[in-house]
């Protein structure tokens, strides 16, 4: 399985709601990543989790929680949004040895805030 | 500072025609360098990587990159566009500051390769 699958597809919510985005990957990957990508933008990096701790933390409002549960699996809470958190969000994932792997991304969570 | 540079928001290429996607970079030390592929309403595609060896460089779907030393490039070239070619590309670097702690990349502002027939 060379996948990383994320749920939902879209999503929308109200500024007072709290969801979460969810990621899975099967590949025994030990790095995961979560990004934010604007229309037509580079991804912007958010969080990076090695072996399930959070290494990178890229001084993310705390509106945005992230959960590593296991391995496979990589969360992100949403509490309190603004309109301007609407955005495309990627989970990826890699091998990380020594940093030379490349990172294999899903389909993405199309995030609308209302 | 590490940084990739994509001079070309957009690059138009007939079908059949070569295509080529400019990527110059800035680093200390030995750059790690990665092309990826978005087509739309997706997420990103790994295309190929240089880390080190020869300078050319082959990858998924046709395409290969050129490593360039000496001009700090890293252009994306096939030898004939297809119409399914057509999607927006990135290439990264490495962040060599942050090790151990998960793969940084540092990306470019993306090119928006359009191929008509």
């Known amino acids: 399985d060379t996948e990383v699958t994320q749920t939902p597809k879209h999503l929308v919510m109200g500024m007072t709601n709290k969801k979460s985005l969810k990621c899975e990957q099967h590949?025994?990957?030990?790095?995961m990543y979560w990004y934010k990508q604007k229309a037509k933008k580079p991804p912007e990096l958010m969080f990076v989790?090695?072996?399930?701790?959070?290494?990178i933390n890229e001084s993310v409002p705390s509106r945005f929680s992230p959960e590593c549960p296991n391995s496979s699996l990589l969360n992100l809470h949403l509490h309190a949004l603004q309109p301007e958190d609407s955005a495309l969000y990627l989970c990826?994932?890699?091998?990380?040895?020594?940093?030379?792997?490349?990172?294999?991304f899903g389909p993405g969570t199309r995030l609308t805030v209302l | 500072a590490q940084s990739v540079a994509q001079p070309e928001d957009q690059v138009n290429v007939a079908e059949g025609n070569p295509l080529t996607v400019k990527c110059t970079y800035s680093?200390?030390?030995?750059?790690?360098l990665f092309w990826y592929v978005q087509y739309p309403n997706r997420g990103l595609q790994f295309l190929l990587k240089y880390i080190t060896g020869d300078n050319l460089v082959k990858g998924s779907y046709g395409f290969e990159a050129e490593f360039n030393k000496s001009q700090t490039s890293f252009h994306l070239k096939k030898p004939s566009a297809l119409v399914s070619d057509s999607a927006l590309y990135f290439c990264?670097?490495?962040?060599?500051?942050?090790?151990?702690?998960?793969?940084?990349?540092?990306f470019g502002q993306g090119t928006e390769l359009s191929v008509k027939p």
């Open positions: 990264a670097v490495r962040d060599l500051t942050i090790y151990n702690q998960g793969g940084k990349l540092i």
């Open positions: 990826a994932s890699s091998q990380e040895r020594a940093g030379l792997d490349e990172q294999f």
């Open positions: 989790y090695s072996y399930e701790k959070l290494s």
């Open positions: 590949m025994g990957h030990r790095a």
């Open positions: 680093v200390s030390g030995n750059p790690y």
